[in-house]
């Protein structure tokens, strides 16, 4: 079991920076892929970025240049650096985690990930 706990969410106006943080329990962080996720009210969640366990990363093509996910195997815990936020990126923010080889670079669809975080509000103000 692994339990993920999400941190750093807020309200901005556009144009600021948040970052965003994911604790995961357990000792073999190394081993999951993890992925962040979005959901604005009446929309369904959709994929934003995700990075293996050594640190291969793939994003959305919305939020290149502007959003990182990074890691800190050491620390058990992933990163979303978020610049040039748009009130379009307003939404509940998860993290979500997949037991995988450290190579393997998780997927962008929720349903490939087996544990998930409680969620944390982004909002952006025009």
């Known amino acids: 079991q692994v339990q993920l706990v999400e941190s750093g969410g807020g309200l901005v106006q556009a144009g600021g920076s948040l970052r965003l943080s994911c604790a995961a329990s357990?000792?073999?962080?190394?081993?999951?892929?993890m992925g962040w996720f979005r959901q604005a009210p009446g929309k369904e969640r959709e994929f934003v970025a995700c990075?293996?366990?050594?640190?291969?990363?793939t994003a959305v093509d919305s939020v290149k240049g502007r959003f990182t996910v990074s890691r800190d195997n050491a620390k058990n815990t992933v990163y979303l650096q978020m610049n040039n936020l748009e009130p379009a990126d307003t939404a509940v923010y998860y993290c979500?985690?997949?037991?995988?080889?450290?190579?393997?670079?998780?997927?962008?669809?929720?349903?490939?990930?087996?544990?998930w975080g409680q969620g944390t509000q982004v909002t952006v103000s025009s």
């Open positions: 979500a985690a997949k037991r995988s080889a450290t190579n393997w670079v998780p997927p962008q669809s929720s349903n490939g990930y087996d544990y």
């Open positions: 990075i293996s366990g050594s640190g291969i990363t």
């Open positions: 357990g000792r073999t962080f190394s081993s999951y892929g």
